[in-house]
């Protein structure tokens, strides 16, 4: 479930086939990512780990106080009459003590309250590390994206750079315009080497959420330019009453109020009893001998504890309102943030990348027939690079923040009709 989760919420992303690095014939998946680091992370395995231990410690608390057999000797030595082994007494005697109040029970419900306390526990660790895979699977997408810019970039400059030789041949153009057509060729390449080096850090840092040295693998899969929509952010807040970290605070309240009734447990005294038999060698007389003693003032000793019990409990209302109001304002923050790159990127793609793309042409046409500078040719490439760039940098922070929108409330925020259309662009 978490795993198909967090592949919903993600992205999926399509690399094209760079001169500079083979693609292999089966690119990383983000589902595969997620299967990876979700079989044997350390954190999730230290969750599990406590599980016995917990378990061990309900087992502890269930078990009865010990009884005990004890052995006295009265008069073994002495003066007078009561000097010698004739005059001793023997008493051989079984105790224990006979718990009230229902402590037993108390203390089985609180080590169980702890065990019950670890899956919320878990959910959260889960669904923060499904996270993380996520953003860093990104971060290779975006490295991948912006080698796909870089090679556009290189692409046309050095149509540039054949267009400049060629009018210096024909003496149309001085020599300084080649050389300024070669210049921009090479920090074209600069930002294809950048990129590439940033793609092979985020390869390896990927790789290593599940123990892996070097990256298995040179690309991952999709498109950073598909943003779905989402649901409408009063759908969404209301969710939030169902996130994995609310869930956590309802387990901390069973464990406070197993504290408390453990605590309210101590006010009623335990009885101490003891039954015995006796032995006079005196007279060889044989007698039963009993007892039982309770200790007084309990209930004053045990006020401070049943207070502090009851304080940590009510503290819980005031937790969980801070709670969701910070839930709420990290929702609203990230929606707005979604919401905001997902019209820039759909603005730019529509009427901004494609009048510079039909600008920068007309501008090659130009400048091959003396209509145009070539600083002009050069300003407006740049200018459709650097929009590029720009429609990548608002992707990608929508899609960081669809991954946070779903860490805080733990569901698919794809609308359907949304999932429909990204599955028929594909």
Excluded: C
Excluded at 350 to 362: F, I, S
Aim: proline share 4%.
């Amino acid at each position: 479930m978490w795993m198909r989760l967090a592949a919903m919420a993600a992205f999926a992303l399509v690399p094209r086939v760079y001169a500079l690095e083979p693609v292999p014939a089966v690119p990383l998946t983000l589902d595969a990512a997620v299967a990876r680091v979700a079989l044997d992370h350390p954190d999730l395995r230290l969750l599990d780990a406590q599980r016995p231990v917990l378990e061990a410690r309900r087992d502890a608390a269930v078990l009865r106080p010990p009884m005990e057999v004890g052995v006295e000797l009265e008069n073994l030595l002495g003066s007078g009459d009561a000097r010698g082994v004739q005059g001793a007494e023997a008493t051989v005697s079984l105790s224990g003590v006979l718990e009230r109040g229902g402590k037993l029970d108390a203390r089985r419900l609180l080590a169980q309250a702890g065990i019950d306390a670890l899956a919320p526990q878990r959910a959260i660790a889960r669904l923060d590390l499904l996270a993380e895979t996520a953003r860093r699977y990104l971060d290779v997408a975006h490295a991948q994206s912006a080698l796909d810019i870089a090679m556009t970039d290189i692409e046309q400059r050095r149509r540039a750079v054949s267009a400049a030789r060629l009018r210096l041949q024909a003496g149309a153009s001085p020599e300084s315009v080649l050389f300024t057509a070669q210049a921009m060729l090479a920090q074209a390449e600069l930002d294809r080497d950048r990129a590439s080096q940033e793609a092979a850090s985020a390869r390896l840092s990927l790789a290593a959420l599940w123990g892996e040295r070097k990256a298995d693998f040179t690309a991952v899969t999709g498109n950073a330019l598909q943003l779905p929509a989402v649901r409408p952010f009063d759908v969404l807040a209301d969710e939030l009453q169902r996130a994995p970290e609310l869930a956590e605070l309802l387990g901390e309240q069973r464990i406070r109020e197993a504290q408390l009734q453990l605590a309210r447990t101590s006010s009623r005294p335990d009885w101490n009893w003891q039954v015995g038999v006796r032995n006079n060698r005196a007279d060889s007389a044989t007698s039963m001998v009993a007892g039982f003693s309770i200790p007084l003032g309990s209930v004053r000793r045990a006020a401070p504890e049943i207070r502090e019990a009851e304080a940590n409990l009510a503290l819980l209302p005031y937790e969980r309102q801070a709670r969701q109001q910070q839930l709420y304002a990290t929702l609203a923050e990230a929606h707005g943030r979604y919401a905001g790159a997902r019209l820039e990127v759909e603005r730019m793609n529509r009427d901004v990348l494609p009048q510079l793309q039909k600008a920068e042409r007309a501008a090659e046409q130009a400048w091959r027939a003396g209509a145009a500078s070539y600083m002009e040719w050069a300003q407006l490439q740049a200018m459709r690079i650097e929009a590029r760039q720009r429609q990548l940098e608002s992707a990608i922070a929508a899609h960081t923040a669809l991954i946070e929108i779903q860490r805080l409330t733990g569901q698919s925020m794809a609308a359907e009709d949304a999932t429909v259309a990204v599955e028929n662009a594909r």
